[in-house]
């Protein structure tokens, strides 16, 4: 409105500049509280009648008459428009404040330590409005050893949260008791395939670290193999033996996948993902070199690690994902974890007795 009025006293009473006022409050009524839009027409009628007078137009001239009119006219939609923005407001940050709740009871927080693991989760939902997608994980301690999975949904919406709380809902009832991860994979494949009557699946890994073997057994339901990060910085993605469909499509009459151990010593990293991250692509259409940047991983926190690493994802997309992108990192303790483990529970009343626990 400044510089409408500025110009016009510039351009003199012929150019007819003096309609233009109408855009302050219209512009109001997008970005501004409807008090905010009120004021601001305020503003712009008293402009109109201002520059009218000094244009040489009389009061109760019609065309000033007209010209008030469309700035009042401009107010009164701006204001309308404003109220309803709010509402809308209003309903989009309920949705997310309920998508947000859910999203907690899909994926709760995972330990950050487990048995001989530090344990660290990622997880970036492509759908930024409601926080939450189909990409699903899970860490729990049973008397066999720390269970995982990490697994994506096909499809998106609703129907993708849907199956990926009937894949969690299954694997954290069976992880405690479940003999092996054949038997544990075959009660996940039942439940998918009952609830989504074949027309949804999931890729997922399955993996099962105990504190007696330094080695990880991995059970691959069609999924990206995950990254092991050795010692001395190199980088291994151990394949299963042969290849299997996903969990749902078990009754289509492919064989079920065949579990495989692969070295897992302590100070070794171990990262699980879905494929929102490794199909991560920059402005040319470059996949994500998720092995190259293994060295994102080196400090010594595993969550500030992890974190590093997906900054490093969103940086190379430079914009949002396209798809969901979820990680998990299992951080094997070295010996000097260990000993700065003992010792300080050791530093505390009781610890003992925490420790023993601990071990077990």
Not at 213 to 225: F, I, M, Q, R, T
Request: proline share 6%; hydrophobic share 45%.
């Amino acid at each position: 409105m400044a510089i409408v009025a500025v110009v016009d006293v510039m351009a003199g009473p012929g150019a007819g500049f003096l309609p233009l006022v109408s855009l302050g409050p219209a512009f109001a009524g997008l970005i501004g509280t409807w008090r905010r839009t009120v004021l601001t027409g305020a503003a712009a009628l008293l402009l109109c009648v201002g520059l009218g007078m000094y244009d040489g137009l009389l009061m109760y001239d019609g065309l000033l008459q007209t010209r008030r009119g469309s700035t009042a006219m401009g107010s009164v939609v701006g204001v309308a428009g404003a109220v309803m923005r709010g509402r809308r407001e209003a309903e989009l940050a309920s949705v997310r404040s309920i998508a947000e709740v859910a999203q907690r009871v899909l994926l709760r927080p995972v330990p950050r330590s487990t048995g001989p693991l530090q344990v660290a989760v990622s997880y970036t939902s492509a759908m930024a409005e409601a926080r939450i997608g189909g990409d699903l994980y899970e860490v729990v301690a049973s008397p066999y050893g720390t269970r995982v999975i990490i697994g994506d949904v096909q499809g998106k919406g609703l129907g993708a949260v849907e199956t990926a709380a009937v894949v969690l809902g299954a694997f954290r009832e069976a992880a405690h008791d479940a003999r092996d991860l054949t038997d544990l994979g075959a009660r996940l494949e039942r439940s998918v395939a009952r609830e989504s009557d074949g027309e949804r699946f999931v890729t997922a890994v399955l993996a099962e670290v105990s504190g007696r073997d330094e080695e990880v057994v991995l059970l691959n339901y069609g999924h990206p193999p995950p990254m092991l990060v050795r010692c001395d910085g190199t980088v291994d993605f151990p394949l299963p033996p042969a290849h299997a469909l996903p969990l749902g499509l078990g009754l289509h009459g492919g064989k079920p996948p065949r579990p495989y151990r692969v070295g897992f010593a302590p100070g070794e990293q171990l990262l699980l993902y879905t494929d929102g991250v490794t199909e991560a692509r920059d402005e040319a259409g470059t996949f994500y070199p998720l092995g190259e940047r293994s060295a994102l991983l080196g400090d010594p926190d595993a969550q500030a690690a992890l974190e590093a690493l997906r900054a490093d994802v969103v940086r190379h997309v430079t914009g949002p994902l396209h798809d969901d992108a979820a990680m998990l990192l299992l951080r094997r303790r070295g010996p000097r974890d260990a000993g700065r483990r003992t010792a300080a529970t050791e530093g505390t009343g009781g610890g003992g007795a925490h420790a023993r626990a601990e071990a077990g």
